[in-house]
Structures are given as structure tokens and as C-alpha cells.
């Protein structure tokens, strides 16, 4: 096996994160400088191995990985499990974990100290910067009494990240000899692998922003609300500078706004401002890191989605002069959300409870520009008092500047089809609503659009906080919010659709429990996620409205409108199997065109399976799926993980089985579509070098993310076993070949059949790792396509254990006779028996 090889520039601090854990792994690597300052990571040769060409990028015998923390966390994980670099003893990792945190505080503390050093400030502000460094480093002296390193006696990811930090600290002159245990540990790290190449100075980030920007504003309140050095690039967008061939270099999607930190190039406003947080200040309670904390911020961005969307109507209503009637029909909504979220603040300070996250942040973005263009927001006493504590907040007068930006509101009245028209099919190929223009930047979904309203127009906001354990707790309350709509949902159901004049009790009783664990989450606080408003006020200030008019619905069953054969609509059907759903099936089947049925249409504009409607939730492509069922009917659930680390090596799983799908369809297309009878050389070989990158990672773990079943099994086995009919020798992939066995006792394996990656899979039972996850469930779809249509897998052994271990999971024959229906079609196009060898 070739040498990992990392893409890198030493002035990047994700970069030297990367290297710094490299160098404790001891592992064997070939450093490629891509020196961002000249471009270089934009050169046709860097983009073929990353299109997102950003820096540090990984490229482990194939298998091509950016993000540093997906690779720092990927490392570890996969080249040495078990290191005590990151332990797997629970309490020991809790340590780690903390002082983890501790360093995105030390981080939010140094940033604006080193802010004042480049200002030249000396007024007493800079002086109290400096001491809550001091004070920070003082809490960490005192942990470190009578150990070694930061989280006890043996070196970890935590002294590496504080390393970073506490090297430039005394790069800048803190006086951080004053710490004897520090000094102390600082010396004795002279001596790990990386010290030295960590030891380089970094620039101020730059970001490209234009004030008038909504999309901007986000990150800029981010910025603000972090005290981060940033460099202000304004990119006029009204002048089209954002088409300029220099801006171009930088951002080819030419939106703003864009960061460069260091060489790491970033857009999408939320992408931005969770980055910044992520990176700048973990830790800090703008985005909390305690999962429940995060949810309830998540929470209350989804709820700022509904008032934006209550919003956007009223503005259209201003805007054309429409008649008095309509705009007053168009205001009722909105100040129904708006009288909800003043009900749910009773008692705290923000949306998301007693602290400042994003969340707050998006509602500001939403709600000064509500005052702007006249709405009554002083009537509800509890939102006039937020609105009036957040004037205080750094970025507050450059958001309120631009709520006075127009909005042109354009309605699209969907009961008539109006999204189906030319003109908006132009603007919006997918054709669904609410979709934006932010000056050519086009978006839609609501979640997203929400997202990035918050994080462009009000960066930095505590309604979706930055802090890693305060987003956590939005997070938590995002899911909590979702358990109550689906409650809400199954007790309504009978009512709306069955005419039942009284509601089960049983309903009542799940209803009324949730609502008890979240009166008691809220005990002392005075929003859903503490004492700051967050995006998880405004999420549950919807589902709490409508049980306050008519307590009891019922939800019906989640329907699903899927074809056996397609490998994306099995992982779906393996999730609903292992989640032991109550779901209502319809097969669409899309070799008669039936999903271009008017009727289909109508749910989804896109005509395209699998999708789901839970009870006028319509959602489609099959990623999304398996993760909102888990997320929405199981939270918690090791089928995807909670755990951040975890569920980050579950979510790389599914980008790979979205890369074996991808493959797959090639192959499929060009045999039913094109008329080939033959699997051309180079379709081939790259499913089997996806296969050989899994089954390499699966080697010494049960499933694709670890020793736990988790939905990226899922995921793979759907694709893996139609692998195996379509004639792909899976077999020769050891890892893959035990797992999919394993799998055939899971539910649903008889369904879908194989899986596939054996390289990725070196070491682990699953494709993200010892547990079973969604990730699984969607490469076993691939995986047994592949395989049964005559691709030669063989030689993978991870990927051939993985496969046979997947034969116990629920669902599985299910998905391996479909998959053997297809690929004995496909072969027989083909005119095999059985792998793609015969060809030859």
C-alpha cells in the first residue's frame, strides 16, 4: 500500500492540525505543498483529486478526504483504533473531550487579543482581553497539577489542539511562563512529532463580504459575536464584482460571502459561520457543543424557517399594493408565529434559553426586518424586550442596516402549478418552493434557506449558536421538536383524515410526555436550549401553537413511494425495516414512467424515488431520508450516532456510497440507455477501487463506521448487494464479503442484499466503522447491484466479510432478491452468467 499522501500549506492551521496528528500516528506520508497563496490549489490536477479544492486534503491509497477534522478524527480512527490519543475509555474520553472545549475557549479568548495586538489597541478593553486568556490558561494550569499532559498522564488530540493555540500565544508575547505546569507541558512537548512544523505564523482570515448582502450578514454577526481578525473584502454585487476573473480564482461559484482562512476557501454563509465557531472558538455558546444544547438551537432555526416563510408573503403583499384584505390575511399567520415564540420566551433571554446563540442571530436577521417594513413586533412584550437586550450584541447595527435592504417577494402559487413554469423551472430546475435569488446566489429547500439566512444575514447569532455544546443543546431540541410534530401528527391524523371525533388516549399520553420532558429541560431557564432564544424557540413555537388550538391529531403512517430495484430506494426501505417503522408503501415503478404520473407529480415535482411523506413532510433523495427517519423517529439511535466524531465518520461513509452510486448508475446507464454490451475498463475500475478504499477501512471493525450498525451500512449494502447481481466480484474484497454476511441478519438484508468499499473498510466490521449505521444500509444497496450484475469483488476481503455479515440484518434477503432481479437482467444484456471477467 502506497504512502497516505496529504495535500498541504504550512500556513494553513487546518493544514498543520492535519500534520500534527500525522506525525503522532507516526504514519508513513507524502507531503504535497499546494501553496494557496499562488492558486495552486485551483490547477486542473488539483481538482481532479479535490473539486472543492481546499487544503488539507488526504488521498489514502484513493480514498480522497478533506476537512481537517474529518482527517484528524479519519486518522486516528482508521490507523491506530484504540490510540490513547483519543481513548476509548469513556471516562478518559470525557476528559479529552473537555479539555477540548476548554481550547475553543482559549482559541475565542486569543483571537481578539491577537486582534489587538495588529489594532495596536491599548485602551482597558484590550487589557481585560489579555486577562480572560490569563484566566483560561490559570483553570488549565491547575487541571494539569500533578499529570503530564492536559487530559492525564498520556498525550492526546487535546495537548495537540492546545498546542496550536499556546504555540502562537507565545509567538505574541503572552506571558505564558507564569504557568509552571503549562511551561512545563510546552517544554515537554518539545519533543512529539509536528512540534516544529507547527511553529508557523498565521494571517488574519480574509472575508469577502458585501454589507447589503443578507447571505453576508450572517457571518459577519458571527464575526462580530467571535472578536475574530478578519480582513474586510467588500465584493459589490450590484456592480457584478463578484464575476471578476480574480474573485473567480477564489470562489469559481462566485457568492458571497467567501472566507479565506489561511488557504481554506469557504462559502455558503452557514457553512461559514459554524466554521468560524467550529474553528475560531470551540466551545463558545453561540453554537453550543453539548449535543442537547446544539439541538435546541437546531430546533430554533427550523422554527425561524416557518416565520420566514410567513415573512416573505407579507413583504410580497407591501411591496405590489395588493389589497388590504390580503395583506391582512397574509399578517394573521405571521403574527400568529410571532404571538407562539413570544409564549415560548416567557422566562428566558434568548430563543434557545438563557444564552446568546445563532439561533438568536437568525431571529434578529427575521425580526428587524419585520420592524423595518412596519409590522407591530412591540405588541409582544417578551420579543420587544429580546429584540431590545440584543442592541447590546457586536454586529447588531450592521445587521439592522441591512434589514432595510428591499426584498422582493414573488409568489408562486403551487395549488396551480405555477412552480412548473418555464420561467421558474429557469431559475430552479428542481421547480419547488420557497426558493431565493440573493443577487445570482439561487437556493432552495427550506432548512438550507433558513440556515444560510441566519448564518449570512445575522452571522454570529445566538439562535444558532457557535459553541459546539450549545449547538448541541439547539440540536437536541431540533429533534425533541421533531418528536413532538410527529406526536402531533399521529394524534391529528384520525381527526383530519378519519373523521374520529375524539382523540386516543394513547396519543394524548405521548404528546403530553414529550411536552413533559421539555417543561422539565426548561426548568429554570427561560427558552427551550437556556437563556438565549435560538432557532429550537422558533421550531418548537410552531408545534406548540398548533396544540394549543386543537391538542390531539394522529399521525398516520410515514408513506413511502419507492421501486425495489433502484438501490437508493431499498436503503430507504432498510432503514424503516431496522427502525421498525410503521410505513405505508407504494411502489412507483420507474421502467413504466409512473413517477411522471400527474398524481406523483403533485407530491414531488421532481418525480423522482424514493420518496417520503410523513404527514405532509415531502422529502426525496435517499441520503436525506434515511438521516431525517433517524433523526425524527430514533434520536439517539447508534444507527447515527449523536456522538460528533462518530457521526462525522458515518457521514464520509455516505459521500462514498454516493460515489459508488454514482459509479454504479454509469455502468447501469450505459447497458439499458446506451445499448452497451459490455462494462467498459475505466467504469469498472472505479467501482472497484471505491470497493478497494472500504474494504481497507473495514479491516478489524464489525461495520462501515465501526462496531456498530449504523444507517451508512444501510446505505452501502442497498448498493453493494446490486453490485453482486449485476456481476461485480465483491467477493475478492475480504472485509466487505464479512460484513455483508453479517448483515444477513439485520432487518431487511433479504431485501436488498450486498455492500460494498473494502478499502475503507480495513480494519472495522462496518463501513464507518464497528457499528452498524445508516452508512451501511446505502452501500449494501450499491454494493449487492453491483455484485449481482457481475462485477468481480473477490479479491475484497473486508467488503466480502462486511457483505456476509450484513445477511443478519432486517431487510436484507428482501434487498438482495431485488437486486438479483435486476442484475439478472443486466447480465443478461450482458451475456454473462456471471462476473464482468467473462467480458474478457
Given at each position: 500500500?502506497?504512502?497516505?499522501?496529504?495535500?498541504?500549506?504550512?500556513?494553513?492551521?487546518?493544514?498543520?492540525?492535519?500534520?500534527?496528528?500525522?506525525?503522532?500516528?507516526?504514519?508513513?506520508?507524502?507531503?504535497?505543498?499546494?501553496?494557496?497563496?499562488?492558486?495552486?490549489?485551483?490547477?486542473?490536477?488539483?481538482?481532479?483529486?479535490?473539486?472543492?479544492?481546499?487544503?488539507?486534503?488526504?488521498?489514502?491509497?484513493?480514498?480522497?478526504?478533506?476537512?481537517?477534522?474529518?482527517?484528524?478524527?479519519?486518522?486516528?480512527?482508521?490507523?491506530?483504533?484504540?490510540?490513547?490519543?483519543?481513548?476509548?475509555?469513556?471516562?478518559?474520553?470525557?476528559?479529552?473531550?473537555?479539555?477540548?472545549?476548554?481550547?475553543?475557549?482559549?482559541?475565542?479568548?486569543?483571537?481578539?487579543?491577537?486582534?489587538?495586538?495588529?489594532?495596536?489597541?491599548?485602551?482597558?478593553?484590550a487589557a481585560q482581553k489579555k486577562e480572560k486568556v490569563y484566566k483560561i490558561l490559570g483553570n488549565l494550569n491547575t487541571f494539569m497539577e500533578g499529570q503530564k499532559y492536559v487530559a492525564g498522564n498520556e498525550l492526546t488530540i487535546a495537548d495537540l489542539a492546545l498546542l496550536a493555540n499556546i504555540a502562537t500565544l507565545y509567538q505574541i508575547g503572552a506571558n505564558v511562563n507564569?504557568?509552571?505546569?503549562?511551561?512545563?507541558?510546552?517544554?515537554?512537548?518539545?519533543?512529539?512529532p509536528g512540534y516544529q512544523e507547527n511553529l508557523e505564523d498565521m494571517a488574519p482570515i480574509k472575508f469577502y463580504h458585501f454589507n447589503i448582502s443578507p447571505p453576508s450578514r450572517l457571518p459577519m454577526l458571527t464575526i462580530r459575536n467571535l472578536n475574530l481578525d478578519v480582513e474586510i473584502i467588500v465584493i459589490d454585487t450590484m456592480k457584478k464584482e463578484q464575476m471578476s476573473?480574480?474573485?473567480?480564482?477564489?470562489?469559481?461559484?462566485?457568492?458571497?460571502?467567501?472566507?479565506?482562512?489561511?488557504?481554506?476557501?469557504?462559502?455558503?454563509?452557514?457553512?461559514?459561520?459554524?466554521?468560524?465557531?467550529?474553528?475560531?472558538?470551540?466551545?463558545?455558546?453561540?453554537?453550543?457543543?453539548?449535543?442537547?444544547?446544539?439541538?435546541?438551537?437546531?430546533?430554533?432555526?427550523?422554527?425561524?424557517?416557518?416565520?420566514?416563510?410567513?415573512?416573505?408573503?407579507?413583504?410580497?403583499?407591501?411591496?405590489?399594493?395588493?389589497?388590504?384584505?390580503?395583506?391582512?390575511?397574509?399578517?394573521?399567520?405571521?403574527?400568529?408565529?410571532?404571538?407562539?415564540?413570544?409564549?415560548?420566551?416567557?422566562?428566558?433571554?434568548?430563543?434557545?434559553?438563557?444564552?446568546?446563540?445563532?439561533?438568536?442571530?437568525?431571529?434578529?436577521?427575521?425580526?428587524?426586518?419585520?420592524?423595518?417594513?412596519?409590522?407591530?413586533?412591540?405588541?409582544?412584550?417578551?420579543?420587544?424586550?429580546?429584540?431590545?437586550?440584543?442592541?447590546?450584541?457586536?454586529?447588531?447595527?450592521?445587521?439592522?442596516?441591512?434589514?432595510?435592504?428591499?426584498?422582493?417577494?414573488?409568489?408562486?402559487?403551487?395549488?396551480?402549478?405555477?412552480?412548473?413554469?418555464?420561467?421558474?423551472?429557469?431559475?430552479?430546475?428542481?421547480?419547488?418552493?420557497?426558493?431565493?435569488?440573493?443577487?445570482?446566489?439561487?437556493?432552495?429547500?427550506?432548512?438550507?434557506?433558513?440556515?444560510?439566512?441566519?448564518?449570512?444575514?445575522?452571522?454570529?447569532?445566538?439562535?444558532?449558536?457557535?459553541?459546539?455544546?450549545?449547538?448541541?443543546?439547539?440540536?437536541?431540541?431540533?429533534?425533541?421538536?421533531?418528536?413532538?410534530?410527529?406526536?402531533?401528527?399521529?394524534?391529528?391524523?384520525?381527526?383530519?383524515?378519519?373523521?374520529?371525533?375524539?382523540?386516543?388516549?394513547?396519543?394524548?399520553?405521548?404528546?403530553?410526555?414529550?411536552?413533559?420532558?421539555?417543561?422539565?429541560?426548561?426548568?429554570?431557564?427561560?427558552?427551550?436550549?437556556?437563556?438565549?432564544?435560538?432557532?429550537?424557540?422558533?421550531?418548537?413555537?410552531?408545534?406548540?401553537?398548533?396544540?394549543?388550538?386543537?391538542?390531539?391529531?394522529?399521525?398516520?403512517?410515514?408513506?413511502?413511494?419507492?421501486?425495489?430495484?433502484?438501490?437508493?430506494?431499498?436503503?430507504?426501505?432498510?432503514?424503516?425495516?431496522?427502525?421498525?417503522?410503521?410505513?405505508?408503501?407504494?411502489?412507483?415503478?420507474?421502467?413504466?414512467?409512473?413517477?411522471?404520473?400527474?398524481?406523483?407529480?403533485?407530491?414531488?415535482?421532481?418525480?423522482?424515488?424514493?420518496?417520503?411523506?410523513?404527514?405532509?413532510?415531502?422529502?426525496?433523495?435517499?441520503?436525506?431520508?434515511?438521516?431525517?427517519?433517524?433523526?425524527?423517529?430514533?434520536?439517539?439511535?447508534?444507527?447515527?450516532?449523536?456522538?460528533?466524531?462518530?457521526?462525522?465518520?458515518?457521514?464520509?461513509?455516505?459521500?462514498?456510497?454516493?460515489?459508488?452510486?454514482?459509479?454504479?448508475?454509469?455502468?447501469?446507464?450505459?447497458?439499458?440507455?446506451?445499448?452497451?454490451?459490455?462494462?467498459?475498463?475505466?467504469?469498472?475500475?472505479?467501482?472497484?477501487?471505491?470497493?478497494?478504499?472500504?474494504?481497507?477501512?473495514?479491516?478489524?471493525?464489525?461495520?462501515?463506521?465501526?462496531?456498530?450498525?449504523?444507517?451508512?451500512?444501510?446505505?452501502?449494502?442497498?448498493?453493494?448487494?446490486?453490485?453482486?447481481?449485476?456481476?461485480?466480484?465483491?467477493?475478492?474484497?475480504?472485509?466487505?464479503?464479512?460484513?455483508?454476511?453479517?448483515?444477513?441478519?439485520?432487518?431487511?438484508?433479504?431485501?436488498?442484499?450486498?455492500?460494498?468499499?473494502?478499502?475503507?473498510?480495513?480494519?472495522?466490521?462496518?463501513?464507518?466503522?464497528?457499528?452498524?449505521?445508516?452508512?451501511?444500509?446505502?452501500?449494501?444497496?450499491?454494493?449487492?447491484?453491483?455484485?449481482?450484475?457481475?462485477?468481480?469483488?473477490?479479491?475484497?476481503?473486508?467488503?466480502?466479510?462486511?457483505?456476509?455479515?450484513?445477511?443478519?440484518?432486517?431487510?436484507?434477503?428482501?434487498?438482495?432478491?431485488?437486486?438479483?432481479?435486476?442484475?439478472?437482467?443486466?447480465?443478461?444484456?450482458?451475456?454473462?452468467?456471471?462476473?464482468?471477467?467473462?467480458?474478457?
Open positions: 500500500m502506497a504512502p497516505i499522501k496529504l495535500y498541504y500549506f504550512n500556513l494553513s492551521p487546518p493544514s498543520r492540525l492535519a500534520l500534527l496528528t500525522i506525525r503522532n500516528l507516526k504514519l508513513d506520508v507524502e507531503i504535497i505543498v499546494i501553496d494557496t497563496m499562488k492558486k495552486e490549489q485551483m490547477t486542473p490536477e488539483f481538482m481532479k483529486i479535490n473539486p472543492q479544492h481546499t487544503v488539507p486534503t488526504l488521498d489514502d491509497n484513493g480514498f480522497i478526504l478533506w476537512e481537517s477534522r474529518a482527517i484528524a478524527s479519519y486518522l486516528v480512527a482508521a490507523k491506530a483504533p484504540g490510540s490513547s490519543l483519543y481513548p476509548s475509555n469513556i471516562k478518559k474520553k470525557a476528559i479529552v473531550d473537555a479539555r477540548l472545549f476548554l481550547d475553543q475557549e482559549l482559541l475565542n479568548a486569543a483571537v481578539p487579543v491577537m486582534y489587538s495586538i495588529f489594532a495596536q489597541e491599548t485602551t482597558p478593553e507564569k504557568f509552571k505546569n503549562i511551561a512545563a507541558w510546552y517544554k515537554r512537548l518539545e519533543t512529539i476573473p480574480e474573485f473567480m480564482k477564489i470562489n469559481p461559484q462566485h457568492t458571497i460571502p467567501t472566507i479565506d482562512d489561511n488557504g481554506f476557501i469557504l462559502w455558503e454563509s452557514r457553512a461559514i459561520a459554524s466554521y468560524l465557531v467550529s474553528a475560531k472558538a470551540p466551545g463558545s455558546s453561540l453554537y453550543p457543543s453539548d449535543i442537547k444544547k446544539r439541538a435546541i438551537v437546531d430546533a430554533r432555526l427550523f422554527l425561524d424557517q416557518e416565520m420566514q416563510n410567513a415573512t416573505l408573503p407579507v413583504m410580497h403583499a407591501i411591496y405590489n399594493q395588493e389589497p388590504k384584505d390580503v395583506f391582512i390575511s397574509k399578517t394573521e399567520k405571521l403574527y400568529k408565529i410571532l404571538e407562539n415564540l413570544n409564549t415560548f420566551m416567557e422566562g428566558q433571554k434568548y430563543v434557545a434559553g438563557n444564552e446568546l446563540t445563532i439561533a438568536d442571530l437568525a431571529f434578529l436577521a427575521n425580526i428587524s426586518t419585520l420592524y423595518e417594513i412596519g409590522a407591530n413586533i412591540n405588541k409582544f412584550k417578551n420579543i420587544a424586550a429580546w429584540f431590545k437586550r440584543l442592541e447590546n450584541i457586536p454586529g447588531y447595527q450592521e445587521n439592522l442596516d441591512g434589514a432595510k435592504l428591499d426584498v422582493e417577494i414573488i409568489i408562486i402559487n403551487t395549488m396551480k402549478n405555477e412552480q412548473m413554469s418555464p420561467e421558474f423551472m429557469k431559475i430552479n430546475p428542481q421547480h419547488t418552493i420557497p426558493t431565493i435569488d440573493d443577487n445570482g446566489f439561487i437556493l432552495w429547500e427550506s432548512r438550507a434557506i433558513a440556515s444560510y439566512l441566519v448564518a449570512a444575514k445575522a452571522p454570529g447569532s445566538s439562535l444558532y449558536p457557535s459553541d459546539i455544546k450549545k449547538k448541541a443543546i439547539v440540536d437536541a431540541r431540533l429533534f425533541l421538536d421533531q418528536d413532538l410534530f410527529h406526536a402531533s401528527e399521529e394524534a391529528m391524523y384520525p381527526i383530519y383524515e378519519q373523521k374520529a371525533t375524539t382523540v386516543a388516549e394513547d396519543k394524548k399520553e405521548k404528546i403530553y410526555k414529550i411536552l413533559g420532558n421539555l417543561n422539565t429541560f426548561m426548568e429554570g431557564q427561560k427558552y427551550v436550549a437556556g437563556n438565549e432564544l435560538t432557532i429550537a424557540d422558533l421550531a418548537l413555537l410552531v408545534n406548540i401553537s398548533t396544540l394549543y388550538i386543537q391538542l390531539s391529531y394522529e399521525m398516520a403512517p410515514v408513506k413511502l413511494y419507492y421501486f425495489p430495484l433502484s438501490p437508493p430506494s431499498r436503503a430507504v426501505y432498510l432503514t424503516v425495516q431496522n427502525l421498525k417503522l410503521d410505513v405505508e408503501k407504494t411502489v412507483i415503478d420507474t421502467t413504466k414512467k409512473e413517477q411522471l404520473a400527474p398524481e406523483f407529480v403533485k407530491i414531488n415535482p421532481q418525480h423522482t424515488v424514493p420518496t417520503i411523506d410523513d404527514n405532509g413532510f415531502i422529502l426525496w433523495e435517499s441520503r436525506a431520508i434515511v438521516s431525517y427517519l433517524v433523526s425524527a423517529k430514533a434520536p439517539g439511535s447508534s444507527l447515527y450516532p449523536s456522538d460528533i466524531k462518530k457521526k462525522a465518520i458515518v457521514d464520509a461513509r455516505l459521500f462514498l456510497d454516493q460515489d459508488l452510486w454514482a459509479a454504479t448508475s454509469a455502468i447501469i446507464l450505459s447497458i439499458y440507455a446506451q445499448g452497451a454490451t459490455t462494462v467498459a475498463e475505466d467504469k469498472k475500475e472505479k467501482v472497484y477501487k471505491i470497493l478497494g478504499n472500504l474494504n481497507t477501512f473495514m479491516e478489524g471493525q464489525n461495520y462501515v463506521a465501526g462496531n456498530d450498525l449504523t444507517v451508512a451500512d444501510l446505505a452501502l449494502l442497498a448498493n453493494i448487494s446490486t453490485l453482486y447481481e449485476i456481476g461485480a466480484d465483491v467477493n475478492k474484497f475480504k472485509n466487505i464479503a464479512a460484513w455483508y454476511k453479517r448483515l444477513e441478519t439485520i432487518p431487511g438484508y433479504q431485501e436488498n442484499l450486498e455492500g460494498y468499499l473494502d478499502n475503507i473498510m480495513e480494519g472495522q466490521k462496518y463501513v464507518a466503522g464497528d457499528e452498524l449505521t445508516i452508512a451501511d444500509f446505502l452501500i449494501l444497496a450499491s454494493f449487492s447491484t453491483y455484485f449481482h450484475a457481475g462485477a468481480n469483488v473477490s479479491s475484497l476481503k473486508n467488503l466480502m466479510s462486511w457483505y456476509k455479515r450484513c445477511e443478519s440484518l432486517i431487510g436484507f434477503q428482501e434487498n438482495e432478491d431485488e437486486a438479483k432481479a435486476f442484475g439478472e437482467m443486466l447480465k443478461s444484456k450482458l451475456g454473462i452468467k456471471n462476473t464482468w471477467d467473462e467480458l474478457q
